[in-house]
Structures are given as structure tokens and as C-alpha cells.
């Protein structure tokens, strides 16, 4: 079975300040990843996505991830963050057959001034 | 725009009683998923609707069932409400072809 780890519950960091929010996956097949960022009493929104091609992905709001097959991670990084990226980010994972995703556990990013 | 729209925004139910949670979107996406969060957690899949019939199931229990119409709304029923069954539920919608699945604001769901 699929999983997602996301190895850092909270990742404190100053505005302005670059960041990496790490994920893990396991899985024997190919695989579609995505990263999605929940701010408080609201639903989620997609950051990026890799499907194939170019390991490095760019999404919105200034953030990229980088797809590394060997050590089946897809790292979310951001070179200056601001306040408002204070959010709850989620690394998930969906097989190429079906529409399911499997959800890491998330990462706070709490970014103060 | 997929513009998914989720109600209730907020729900709270005794123990043992029966929920309806409702998803409606105008994108014509025809694929829908539901996800249960509860809190501090990442979404849980709980199963997924392809042309009004189940298309795949996760680990939760058969009180937890669902409908998709042929407008592709959808309904998420829970029976015999537990306090466990206290979380986020979200629906997300697919099947445009990009892979991506939309996700709506979500239903609050309290059982005291």
C-alpha cells in the first residue's frame, strides 16, 4: 500500500527566510505527486503537481518541488516566505490507475515577522 | 473555476444518530471523492463515485455510504454516528483529464 510521510509536524521559519517542507513516499509503481496547502476552516489548494517530465515543478505562490525517483522524496521549497504562508501544507501521492490520493500527515509552516 | 460548494459548513450530532453531508459543483467534473480529516490529520479517503456508482472504497465501515446523482452532486451518509466520526469532511471532484482533484470548503461534523 501507498504512503506519505511528511517527516516535520511544524517548521518555524522568519519571513523572508527560505524553506523546505520534506515529503517521502513509497510505492513500486509510478506515481502522480502533489503538494496542497489548507489555511485554518477552509478546504485545500493545490500547490503543484509532477505527473512526468521535468523533476523540478513550479506551482503558485512562489513554491517549487522536486521530484527525486531514487529517493522516492518530492520536497516543497519556497526561497522567501511570507507572513501570509502561515498554512498547513499536505504531500500527497495517487497511483496512475486510480483517483485516490494518500495524504501525509501535513506540516504546520508558521512563518513570523 | 470548479466553484465546489459542500453542506453544511458546520453540523453537530448526538451519538447514534443518522448525517447527510452534500457536494454540487457546475463543472461537470464526474468523479467525486470523499475525504474524512479529523483533527491534526491528513484526509482519509473513504470512497469515490465515477457515473453514480462506487468506484472504490477505503477503510471505513459500511454505515459510511454514499450517492452520486446523475448532475454529479453527490450525498455522504453516516449512520450510528459515533464521537470518533467527529471531523472535517471533504469532497473532491475529478475526471477533467489533468489529474487534479478540487476540493471543496468542507462539512464540520460534531458528535457529542
Known amino acids: 500500500a501507498q504512503s506519505v510521510t511528511q517527516l516535520d509536524s511544524q517548521v518555524p521559519v522568519f519571513e523572508e527566510a527560505p524553506v523546505e517542507l520534506r515529503c517521502n513516499y513509497s510505492s513500486s509503481v509510478s506515481v502522480y505527486l502533489f503538494w496542497y496547502v489548507q489555511y485554518p476552516n477552509q478546504g485545500l489548494q493545490l500547490l503543484l503537481k509532477y505527473l512526468s517530465g521535468s523533476t523540478l515543478v513550479k506551482g503558485i505562490n512562489g513554491f517549487e518541488a522536486e521530484f527525486n525517483k531514487s529517493q522516492t522524496s518530492f520536497h516543497l521549497r519556497k526561497p522567501s516566505v511570507h507572513i501570509s504562508d502561515t498554512a498547513e501544507y499536505f504531500c500527497?501521492?495517487?497511483?496512475?490507475?486510480?483517483?485516490?490520493?494518500?495524504f501525509g500527515t501535513g506540516t504546520r509552516l508558521l512563518v513570523s515577522p | 473555476e470548479t466553484g465546489v460548494t459542500q453542506s453544511p459548513t458546520h453540523l453537530i450530532k448526538t451519538r447514534g444518530q443518522q448525517v447527510t453531508l452534500r457536494c454540487s459543483s457546475q463543472s461537470g467534473h464526474n468523479t467525486v471523492s470523499w475525504y474524512q480529516q479529523a483533527l491534526g490529520q491528513g484526509p482519509q479517503f473513504i470512497f469515490q463515485y465515477y457515473r453514480e456508482e462506487e468506484n472504490g472504497r477505503g477503510n471505513f465501515p459500511p454505515r459510511f455510504s454514499g450517492l452520486q446523482f446523475p448532475n454529479y452532486s453527490s450525498e455522504l451518509n453516516v449512520n450510528a454516528l459515533e464521537l470518533d466520526d467527529s471531523a472535517l469532511y471533504l469532497c473532491?471532484?475529478?475526471?477533467?483529464?489533468?489529474?487534479?482533484?478540487?476540493f471543496g470548503p468542507g462539512t464540520r461534523l460534531t458528535v457529542t
Open positions: 473532491a471532484l475529478s475526471g477533467g483529464g489533468d489529474y487534479e482533484q478540487y
Open positions: 500527497a501521492v495517487k497511483d496512475t490507475g486510480f483517483q485516490k490520493l494518500v
